[in-house]
């Protein structure tokens, strides 16, 4: 009896090495992915500490009094420019 060019246990198990393959495939696609998408975090988690580091800059060295004339714009008043 003839079924066909490959004997049904060849098919299985030729069948069985595809879907192997395609498994392994997936993972390794998988961490690939992985693994790229770690690159670029690490590159946020960077920026992130670097505007961690500048705001505790900022912190140690305070802005000037906002009463002082170099720091106001020109549209802003004096905080007792009604009392004149």
């Known amino acids: ?12 198990a030729m069948s069985m090495v595809v879907i ?11 961490l690939t992915i992985i ?10 988690v960077e920026k992130l500490l670097e505007e961690l580091r500048r705001d505790e800059e900022a912190e ?5 009094p906002s009463g002082s004339a170099e720091s106001r714009e020109p549209w802003e008043r004096e ?3 009604w009392k004149k």
């Open 1 to 12: 009896m003839v079924h066909g060019v490959v004997s049904p246990a060849d098919g299985m």
């Open 20 to 30: 192997l393959v395609l498994s392994l495939g997936v993972v390794a696609l998988l």
């Open 35 to 44: 693994r790229r998408s770690g690159r670029r975090a690490e590159t946020e």
């Open 60 to 64: 140690r060295h305070p802005a000037p």
């Open 79 to 81: 905080e007792d420019w």
